[in-house]
């Protein structure tokens, strides 16, 4: 598997790839790749003639007290799962070839950051704005593909292509779980065996959400607490919020109406995890 580091060595593939007319998809990581990646590698694969995986822990949307200094890193294994999948490169910068010395340009989204995850972790979307603009910038692809699980991040991802007009189709991928329900996550590896048993809580939240949507509950506050008091009965489980928002606004709802995200992010020891499910009504 190819590696670049530098933006100068993906540029000049790039514009090779480009002047034979050939499609690039990117795939935007932080690495210790799951079959969640995996997935978004392989519709790049078909919707493009090659594929770029950018792997960076970027340090930009990490809090203070946050796990950047312990995010898993593991460049060999997912070198092989890239290889394996049909990717043709790997971009991997070390943070000050992404961010030089005076580094002071911020992509600063208001309106659907400040809700979900962006109430707890305050900077973390103008740090995932500005990385995947210049990761955009660097690459220039046709397509870029992410994971509905991080489901406020993409519609986030797609405001900030339609605001800047930049000519980048986004293609958001389904959430790709566990045989017991719960969602693929590079943080999984958090969880101790009792953490990670009490995780499956999550997705049976979400399917009893989504059960009572279909059996016509429309109240969004009866659904939300049905969910957060199941997942109370898990006492290594602590929420940081469920919630049910307009998916285009990110703003709660009350009645389940339109296009509806219902998102949650709940802790079990030193992992938070985050799920969701989606519904238009
Ligand atoms: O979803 C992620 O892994 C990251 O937020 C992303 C999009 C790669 C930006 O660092």
Same mark, same amino acid.
């Given at each position: 598997?190819?590696?670049?580091?530098?933006?100068?060595?993906?540029?000049?593939?790039?514009?090779?790839?480009?002047?034979?007319?050939?499609?690039?998809?990117? #795939?935007? $990581?932080?690495?210790? @790749?799951? %079959?969640?990646?995996?997935?978004? *590698?392989?519709?790049?694969? %078909?919707? +493009?003639?090659? $594929?770029?995986?950018?792997? !960076? =822990?970027?340090?930009?949307?990490?809090?203070? +007290?946050?796990?950047? %200094?312990?995010?898993?890193?593991? @460049?060999?294994?997912?070198?092989? @799962?890239?290889?394996? $999948?049909?990717?043709?490169?790997? !971009?991997?910068?070390?943070?000050?070839?992404?961010?030089?010395?005076?580094?002071?340009?911020?992509? +600063?989204?208001?309106?659907?950051?400040?809700?979900?995850?962006?109430?707890?972790?305050?900077?973390?979307?103008?740090?995932?704005?500005?990385?995947?603009?210049?990761?955009?910038?660097?690459?220039?692809?046709?397509?870029?593909? !992410?994971?509905?699980?991080? /489901?406020?991040?993409?519609?986030?991802?797609?405001?900030?292509?339609?605001?800047? +007009?930049?000519?980048?189709?986004?293609?958001?991928?389904?959430?790709?779980?566990?045989?017991?329900?719960?969602?693929?996550?590079?943080?999984?590896?958090?969880?101790?065996? %009792?953490?990670?048993? /009490?995780?499956? =809580? @999550?997705?049976?939240?979400?399917?009893?959400?989504?059960?009572?949507? #279909?059996?016509?509950?429309?109240?969004?506050? =009866?659904?939300?607490?049905?969910?957060?008091?199941?997942?109370?009965?898990?006492?290594? /489980?602590?929420?940081?919020?469920?919630?049910?928002?307009?998916?285009?606004?990110?703003?709660?709802?009350?009645?389940?109406?339109?296009?509806?995200?219902?998102?949650?992010?709940?802790? !079990?020891?030193?992992?938070?995890?985050?799920?969701?499910?989606?519904? $238009? *009504?």
């Amino acid at each position: 598997m190819i590696v670049l580091k530098t933006i100068d060595e993906v540029r000049k593939q790039v514009k090779a790839w480009k002047e034979e007319g050939l499609s690039v998809g990117l #795939v935007p $990581t932080m690495g210790y @790749l799951h %079959e969640g990646h995996q997935s978004l *590698i392989k519709k790049s694969v %078909e919707g +493009n003639d090659r $594929t770029v995986v950018s792997i !960076f =822990v970027n340090p930009m949307q990490f809090g203070p +007290n946050e796990d950047l %200094e312990s995010y898993p890193r593991d @460049l060999e294994a997912d070198s092989k @799962l890239c290889e394996e $999948t049909g990717a043709d490169i790997i !971009f991997n910068p070390e943070p000050s070839e992404m961010y030089a010395d005076g580094f002071c340009s911020y992509v +600063n989204m208001t309106g659907l950051p400040d809700a979900l995850c962006g109430l707890t972790r305050p900077v973390h979307f103008k740090g995932v704005c500005t990385v995947v603009n210049k990761l955009f910038n660097i690459v220039t692809p046709d397509r870029a593909y !992410f994971g509905q699980k991080d /489901a406020q991040q993409l519609a986030i991802i797609m405001r900030m292509v339609k605001d800047l +007009n930049m000519d980048i189709e986004i293609i958001g991928c389904p959430i790709i779980r566990e045989a017991d329900g719960l969602a693929k996550s590079s943080r999984n590896i958090y969880l101790t065996k %009792e953490e990670r048993e /009490a995780a499956v =809580v @999550l997705s049976k939240a979400v399917k009893l959400g989504e059960q009572m949507i #279909v059996s016509g509950e429309r109240d969004a506050y =009866v659904i939300v607490n049905s969910m957060k008091e199941l997942i109370s009965k898990e006492p290594l /489980a602590d929420i940081d919020y469920v919630e049910m928002v307009n998916m285009d606004t990110m703003k709660s709802i009350d009645k389940v109406e339109g296009n509806i995200l219902c998102a949650m992010a709940v802790r !079990f020891g030193k992992a938070r995890l985050i799920d969701n499910f989606m519904k $238009t *009504i």
